[in-house]
C-alpha cells in the first residue's frame, strides 16, 4: 500500500523545545516538499528536496530545519526560534521535478503550542 | 516569481446549483495548473490538472481549461453534491526555477440539500 505518512497526527510544543515531524514515503519518489498551512490560507512551502542529501529553502524556512538522509524520509524540526508554530504540517512527495508532476499529500500534523 | 489569486470563499450553494471558482495566475514560460481538494482534517488530493495552454483538465464532474490570454483556470461544475464540500486549491507548477508548487489561499464550498 504505497503512499505517504505523517506522524504524528497532532503534537504539541512547549515554549522553547524543538519537535520533529515525521514524514515517510514509499512511492519512491526523487523529490519531497514541505507545507504550512494556516486557517483560511494557502499552503506555504517550508522546504524542498529534489534528491537525497540536498534541500533547498522555501518561502517560510526560518525556525525550521530538515534533512534529508534517505531517500524515502524528510523530517521537519520546528526549532524554538519559530514563535508562531501553531499550524497545520502537510508533506509531499513527486515522482522528480518536472513541471507536470502532480504532487501527493501526507494526511497533515496539526501542531499547536502548549 | 510565481503567484496564484482565488476567490474567497466560502462559496455557499444549494444541491444541483452551479459552480464557478475563479483563479488567475503570474508566471513565467509554460507553467503546469492544478486544482487540489481538501476535506476536513486531511491532506490534498489532486482533483485535475492542464499542462499547457487550451488544455482542459477533468474529473468527476469538475472542469477547467488553461487560457494563456486571459492567465485563468476557473473550476466549474455543472451540478454540485452536498458530498462535494471541501475546501479547493488552484496551484501552478513552473517550467523554470524552482519547481514546488505555489498555492492559491482555497475557496471553501459548502453545498446545503
Known amino acids: 500500500d504505497g503512499g505517504i505518512t505523517q506522524s504524528p497526527k497532532y503534537l504539541f510544543r512547549k515554549e522553547g523545545q524543538n519537535v520533529t515531524l515525521s514524514c515517510e514515503q514509499n512511492?519512491?519518489?526523487?523529490?519531497m516538499y514541505w507545507y504550512r498551512q494556516d486557517p483560511g490560507q494557502g499552503l506555504r512551502l517550508i522546504y524542498y528536496?529534489?534528491?537525497?542529501?540536498?534541500?533547498q529553502k522555501g518561502d517560510i524556512a526560518e525556525g525550521y530545519s530538515v534533512s534529508r538522509e534517505k531517500k524515502e524520509s524528510f523530517p521537519l524540526t520546528v526549532t524554538s526560534a519559530q514563535k508562531n508554530p501553531t499550524a497545520f504540517y502537510l508533506c509531499?512527495?513527486?515522482?522528480?521535478?518536472?513541471?507536470?508532476?502532480?504532487?501527493?499529500f501526507g494526511s497533515g500534523t496539526q501542531l499547536s503550542v502548549l | 516569481g510565481n503567484s496564484v489569486t482565488q476567490m474567497e470563499g466560502p462559496v455557499t450553494l444549494s444541491e444541483e446549483a452551479f459552480l464557478t471558482i475563479n483563479c488567475t495566475y503570474t508566471a513565467t514560460g509554460y507553467p503546469s495548473l492544478f486544482w487540489y481538494v481538501q476535506y476536513p482534517g486531511e491532506g490534498l488530493q489532486l482533483l485535475l490538472k492542464a499542462t499547457k495552454a487550451d488544455d482542459k483538465g477533468s474529473n468527476k464532474g469538475f472542469e477547467a481549461t488553461y487560457r494563456k490570454e486571459t492567465t485563468s483556470f476557473h473550476l466549474e461544475k455543472g451540478s454540485v453534491q452536498v458530498s462535494d464540500s471541501a475546501v479547493y486549491f488552484c496551484a501552478l507548477r513552473g517550467d523554470t526555477g524552482r519547481r514546488a508548487l505555489t498555492f492559491g489561499s482555497g475557496t471553501r464550498l459548502q453545498v446545503q440539500p
Open positions: 528536496s529534489q534528491i537525497v542529501n540536498d534541500f
Open positions: 509531499a512527495s513527486s515522482p522528480g521535478g518536472g513541471p507536470k508532476e502532480k504532487l501527493f
Open positions: 512511492l519512491n519518489h526523487d523529490a
